[in-house]
């Protein structure tokens, strides 16, 4: 069974569970300090890039992924992404392959090899910045703007995966939401990296027009933030009567779904969710429910494909 992320991760300073679980954080810790020291010999023939994040979840890496993909594509190189197999993924995993040729193996070093023999120019790793298996040409680290680093620990006292001074080792971050002001995270930022390259990116839904904003909706999801989910839509002036949340990843079974339904007929309410929700329904449970395509802007994408010239 999937467990909710605790919403003390996300408090603004930390409270006294932070506290308690501190002493817990220390495997992670030593994990990061061992990764710091380990050499890892290049792969050769083939640029890398990762998408990664220090937050766990809900940063928007999947998206990116796509997004930087298109990017070079244009460019005229031939791409593919990498994602670490996970039974628990499959969603994302659908969601890739309809954008892009995907390798998605047990290891990501496997998955490269593969990539190599099949003469792709850049691999796209959605996710991996821990991965000491691997070095890549650049590594980007995502933000959600909302959650930004939670209460700041690690876990399980937090969400963090590394400190936040860890961006002096990577080369770009994402800050990704809704039009927020990041000015204070950027100072933040630049504190830690002084030459770390900030790209700035909202959420643009794709078939918004599907939707009549005098209906009702109920809306439902399953993902790392679905706060992010949420304001995309009232930015959108969708009208949301009823919210239901289910943990990331969340498998959805019949009976779920029927329970969504007799909800929104109750509120007399269209039901509405994620494409990565849609893609984890069952054919047969997934009439009346419609979803949300997004795509990303990238508010200084002329500087992003400079940026990503430079290894190119």
């Given at each position: 069974m999937k467990l909710k992320k605790p919403n003390f991760w996300d408090y603004k300073k930390p409270n006294l569970i932070s506290y308690l679980l501190l002493p817990l954080t220390l495997p992670v810790i030593i994990n990061n300090f061992l990764l710091v020291k380990k050499k890892i010999k290049d792969i050769e023939n083939i640029k890398k890039i990762c998408i990664g994040n220090i937050y766990i979840g809900g940063t928007a890496k999947t998206p990116l992924s796509i997004k930087i993909s298109q990017i070079i594509k244009k460019l005229g190189y031939k791409t593919a992404i990498i994602k670490k197999y996970y039974k628990d993924q499959l969603d994302e995993q659908e969601l890739l392959k309809k954008r892009d040729k995907l390798y998605t193996l047990n290891h990501r070093k496997e998955s490269l090899e593969r990539a190599i023999k099949d003469n792709i120019d850049v691999a796209i790793f959605d996710d991996g910045l821990q991965d000491g298996a691997l070095n890549y040409d650049l590594r980007f680290v995502c933000f959600n703007n909302d959650k930004w680093i939670g209460n700041g620990f690690l876990i399980p006292a937090g969400p963090l995966r590394e400190k936040l001074d860890s961006i002096s080792k990577y080369d770009a971050i994402f800050l990704n939401g809704n039009d927020e002001d990041n000015s204070i995270k950027k100072e933040i930022i630049k504190k830690y990296n002084p030459n770390i390259e900030i790209f700035e990116t909202s959420y643009a839904p794709v078939n918004i027009n599907k939707f009549n904003?005098?209906?009702?909706?109920?809306?439902?999801?399953?993902?790392?933030?679905?706060?992010?989910?949420?304001?995309?839509?009232?930015?959108?002036?969708?009208?949301?009567?009823?919210?239901?949340?289910?943990?990331?990843?969340?498998?959805?079974?019949?009976?779920?779904?029927?329970?969504?339904?007799?909800?929104?007929?109750?509120?007399?309410?269209?039901?509405?969710?994620?494409?990565?929700?849609?893609?984890?329904?069952?054919?047969?449970?997934?009439?009346?429910?419609?979803?949300?395509?997004?795509?990303?802007?990238?508010?200084?994408?002329?500087?992003?494909?400079?940026?990503?010239?430079?290894?190119?």
């Open positions: 904003i005098e209906d009702k909706y109920l809306i439902f999801s399953g993902i790392g933030n679905p706060d992010t989910f949420k304001k995309t839509l009232a930015k959108n002036k969708i009208n949301i009567v009823k919210e239901i949340i289910f943990p990331d990843h969340y498998q959805y079974s019949s009976s779920d779904i029927d329970k969504i339904k007799f909800t929104a007929q109750n509120f007399d309410a269209k039901i509405l969710t994620t494409e990565k929700d849609y893609l984890r329904i069952k054919n047969e449970d997934s009439k009346e429910i419609e979803f949300l395509e997004i795509d990303i802007i990238v508010k200084q994408e002329v500087e992003l494909i400079n940026f990503l010239k430079t290894i190119l």
